[in-house]
């Protein structure tokens, strides 16, 4: 959270990593069943909340066109995947113990 504005969460985690491998912001607003103007809000929001824009776009259709991530988005995402490994690996012994809890099939 940045004030009342959500910077940051696993949905954007999953736009800024399709921006990254597709190079558009459409294209990854397609594979993740959105519109392209809700993907642009979410990633003005981004660029917002940070200090550094994490991604950036040009104009000018398919030809022309295209977004890329800045080295702040790069880093945004390492970070990001990293906290979701250290917190799965933090929660292993507990999510063990819960399942031993379940009856067995």
């Known amino acids: 959270m940045r004030g009342k504005e959500i910077a940051f969460g696993p949905g954007k985690l999953e736009l800024l990593a399709l921006v990254a491998e597709t190079g558009s912001i459409s294209n990854a607003a397609k594979r993740m069943d959105m519109s392209y103007m809700r993907a642009w809000s979410?990633?003005?929001?981004?660029?917002?909340?940070?200090?550094?824009?994490?991604?950036?776009?040009?104009?000018?259709?398919?030809?022309?066109?295209?977004?890329?991530?800045t080295a702040t988005g790069m880093e945004v995402?390492?970070?990001?995947?990293?906290?979701?490994?250290?917190?799965?690996k933090a929660v292993q012994a507990d999510w063990r113990a819960l399942q031993g809890l379940l009856r067995s099939k």
């Open 77 to 88: 995402l390492k970070l990001y995947r990293q906290m979701q490994k250290d917190g799965l």
């Open 42 to 69: 979410l990633i003005q929001t981004m660029n917002t909340c940070f200090k550094e824009p994490v991604i950036a776009a040009a104009r000018g259709g398919h030809e022309r066109g295209g977004a890329e991530l």
